[in-house]
T-cell receptor, first 112, second 114 residues
Framework: EADIYQTPRYLVIGTGKKITLECSQT?????MYWYQQDPGMELHLIHY???????EKGDLSSESTVSRIRTEHFPLTLESARPSHTSQYLC???????????FGAGSRLTVL | KNQVEQSPQSLIILEGKNCTLQ??????????LRWYKQDTGRGPVSLTI?????NTKSNGRYTATLDADTKQSSLHITASQLSDSASYIC?????????????FGRGTQLTVWP
């Protein structure tokens, strides 16, 4: 059973709303990631963190922001949601040299 | 361009049958290759990870092979079960950075019918 938790699992909101997707892990992993996944498509890295107070943008341009104030917590925030943000957001962490990822169950966001 | 291509895109088999999923990659330099299983509405779960020197690795009814020369990998599922219905994702890591960048395939959607 994975020790990485995402909330909410499902969220439907209106355009222009601010939302925060939560991600917490209890494994003490230094590295954490946010991926975006659309149906039938590959995962795209949008943000990652090597440790506390370290955040970097990933390959996919995203209007979201992240923070890493505590090792176990890596929330993702959208200041003003748009329909183009509708997607599944997956949080992951890793703590070994091989960088094997442990994923959360995902947050499915729908913006109307 | 570093890419990971998976085939088939989707596959339907009957319960109890075997199947093989393919993964071709152009990622260079190569560090390791992983297969993940993703159930509908869930996050991916690691099945196997193989480095350059490994050419086969098993995890229960799942057996992964790797040919680093031809840059091909396969995932063989033996005696399929209904619970094997999922998307299987091939992921390749390079050695180009300290963390190793990950390249994801689009997955093969496997459906097992009773």
């Amino acid at each position: 059973e994975a020790d990485i938790y995402q909330t909410p699992r499902y969220l439907v909101i209106g355009t222009g709303k601010k939302i925060t997707l939560e991600c917490s892990q209890t494994m003490g992993h230094d590295k954490m990631y946010w991926y975006q996944q659309d149906p039938g498509m590959e995962l795209h890295l949008i943000h990652y963190s090597y440790g506390v107070n370290s955040t970097e943008k990933g390959d996919l341009s995203s209007e979201s922001t992240v923070s890493r104030i505590r090792t176990e917590h890596f929330p993702l925030t959208l200041e003003s949601a748009r329909p183009s943000h509708t997607s599944q957001y997956l949080c992951a962490s890793s703590g070994d040299g091989a960088n094997v990822l442990t994923f959360g169950a995902g947050s499915r966001l729908t913006v109307l | 361009k570093n890419q990971v291509e998976q085939s088939p895109q989707s596959l339907i088999i009957l319960e109890g049958k075997n199947c093989t999923l393919q993964c071709n990659y152009t990622v260079s330099p190569f560090s390791n290759l992983r297969w993940y299983k993703q159930d509908t509405g869930r996050g991916p779960v690691s099945l196997t990870i193989m480095t350059f020197s490994e050419n086969t690795k098993s995890n229960g009814r799942y057996t992964a092979t790797l040919d680093a020369d031809t840059k091909q990998s396969s995932l063989h599922i033996t005696a399929s079960q209904l619970s094997d219905s999922a998307s299987y994702i091939c992921v390749v890591s390079d050695r180009g950075s300290t963390l190793g960048r990950l390249y994801f395939g689009r997955g093969t959607q496997l459906t097992v019918w009773p």
